[in-house]
């Protein structure tokens, strides 16, 4: 099978003529893992379960797609699809693919130790997109680039859950956006989830320099070459009851105001903490989202 390199837009309407079954090797190679309903959502937010189910029931016949079972879920009802070898290799050239690192699951137990994190990861680009097409704006789902990791510096490098590109549209006033997003579920320590704005601080002022140079005065920040401005940063919470999440967004805070490097970013970089159920419910585009900085809660692109 050939897949049609997608071109990047930002709507799941982007090509209809475009068989959905490429559409879903591509969305795979994009996100990693995805349930039927979250490609679903992501791909035919209009269609029925039925129609995505055809699709990729096709395509783990021609064996480009497996699935494995999410924890605690309904054996019989929900799986959670992954590109198999060849469904890897038949991607590995779309052009919205170029320069990632190669496809890390191969196999239903690899797929099973990301599977958690990576749905609800998942979970946070649905939240984004469902308010995109509700308010008129651009997000969809080559907008949401999972596991981008960043060098800063001493052999150290920060990944990040996600980058987010979106295009928020005001009339004739296109606004584009860009974010960091952590996805947090609760598994890791607040000093260790904490100790994230810290790398982040780093890599907004880590200058690379060029092998066998020296350092000079007018360099530039690494990070420039991929963003014309710095992405905010957005930590999203799950996992843990709220008065728990509450206290691990009062951390972030803490960290924001007492060390110097956070502080330095927040004062150029918007950095705020939401809870996730909060975001599917009543959308990112409320006021949902913690500054950390201090404040009342506000929107997203009110930071």
């Known amino acids: 099978m050939t897949i049609p390199a997608p071109s990047h837009t930002t709507t799941p309407n982007r090509s209809r003529a475009e068989p959905l079954r490429h559409q879903a090797l591509a969305a795979l190679a994009q996100h990693r893992i995805a349930t039927t309903g979250q490609l679903r959502r992501m791909l035919r937010p209009d269609g029925t379960r039925q129609l995505i189910s055809r699709a990729l029931n096709k395509l783990r016949s021609d064996g480009l797609v497996d699935h494995t079972v999410p924890p605690h879920a309904d054996r019989s009802r929900t799986h959670a699809w992954y590109l198999t070898p060849n469904g890897a290799r038949l991607t590995r050239d779309l052009p919205l693919l170029r320069g990632r690192p190669p496809y890390p699951i191969t196999s239903t137990t690899a797929a099973s130790l990301k599977t958690t994190h990576t749905l609800t990861v998942v979970r946070a680009h649905l939240a984004f997109a469902a308010d995109a097409r ?79 140079r020296r350092r000079h005065a007018t360099a530039e920040p690494g990070w420039i070459r991929w963003y014309p401005v710095f992405p905010r940063l957005l930590f999203i919470l799950t996992g843990a009851p709220r008065t728990r999440l509450e206290g691990r967004i009062s951390d972030l805070q803490a960290m924001t105001a007492q060390h110097p490097l956070v502080t330095a970013l927040a004062r150029e970089v918007p950095l705020g903490a939401a809870v996730l159920e909060d975001l599917e419910q009543h959308g990112p585009a409320q006021k949902m989202w913690t500054p950390l900085t201090g404040g009342p809660p506000r929107p997203w692109t009110d930071l």
């Open 134 to 212: 509700r308010l008129g704006h651009e997000h969809g789902p080559w907008d949401w680039t999972p596991e981008v990791s960043h060098s800063i510096g001493e052999g150290e490098r920060v990944m990040a859950d996600a980058v987010l590109y979106y295009t928020a549209i005001t009339g004739e006033q296109r606004r584009k956006l860009r974010a960091f997003v952590e996805v947090d579920r609760t598994t890791m320590s607040s000093e260790r989830l904490a100790v994230k704005l810290i790398e982040y601080a780093r890599l907004h002022q880590y200058e690379a320099q060029p092998p066998g």
